[in-house]
């Protein structure tokens, strides 16, 4: 089955620090990718798409310059949190999809921030 | 409205027991329909498609009704390792197609 390798799974750092979470889809191309955060308790949110060589879009309320996404390749996206405080603190999930009409998401293991 | 909507529960059911979920769409142009579950603290995973003409995978399964409009789960048979939050997903027609999740169903099986 399809693969989603995240990276890493667990960060522990001190506020101002800048954070950089790797998405990989191992045995598929992803045309598309996805960044969802969610809060202890709390449903999924999604925070941006980026469909590969594109810019991404986010959604409202994320700040773009805060959440920085690359998704340069059809198999890596990375999101980078910059200058992170301990509000960002937070269970980062990305997903990836294949192009074409009912394809699923493939979701990776999750990264969970902590912001000291 | 809601483009997705689930009932959060959670729904309580006793080993063994039959128990259904439904997920409502708003969207009539929706294409694809999938189940997720999402166990405490870790990503969600794929339960299963939700394919037109409904579909099983052992113990599960999905319906899809366009004409009212909502999505389906039935399991059968609950086991403890049923307990999870089951998420409805639903996205729109084309490649680069959005896909919406609701917020989840949790359901809880008791011994």
């Known amino acids: 089955g399809a693969v989603v390798s995240q990276h890493p799974s667990r960060v522990i750092c001190k506020s101002g620090t800048s954070v950089k979470i790797e998405c990989r889809s191992l045995?598929?191309?992803?045309?598309?990718m996805f960044w969802y955060r969610q809060f202890p308790k709390q449903s999924l949110m999604l925070m941006a798409t980026s469909n590969e060589g594109s810019k991404a879009t986010y959604e409202q309320g994320v700040e773009k310059d805060k959440f920085l996404i690359n998704h340069a390749s059809l198999t890596l996206s990375t999101l980078t949190v910059t200058s992170a405080h301990p509000e960002d603190s937070s269970f980062y999930i990305c997903s990836a999809r294949e192009y074409g009409s009912n394809q699923p998401q493939h979701f990776g293991d999750g990264t969970r921030l902590s912001i000291l | 409205r809601k483009e997705v909507e689930q009932d959060p529960g959670p729904f309580n059911v006793p080993e063994g027991a039959t128990v259904a979920f439904n997920c409502t769409y708003s969207n009539s142009a929706s294409q694809s329909f999938f189940w997720y579950r999402q166990d405490c603290r870790k990503e969600p995973k794929l339960l299963m498609s939700?394919?037109?003409s409904g579909n099983e995978d052992g113990r599960f399964t999905a319906q899809l009704n366009r004409a009212s409009q909502y999505i389906s789960l039935l399991i059968r048979d609950s086991k403890l390792s049923d307990s999870a939050t089951y998420l409805c997903v639903v996205g729109a027609s084309g490649g680069y197609q959005k896909v919406t999740f609701g917020t989840g169903t949790k359901l809880q099986v008791i011994p």
């Open positions: 045995d598929f191309q992803a045309t598309t």
């Open positions: 939700v394919y037109s």
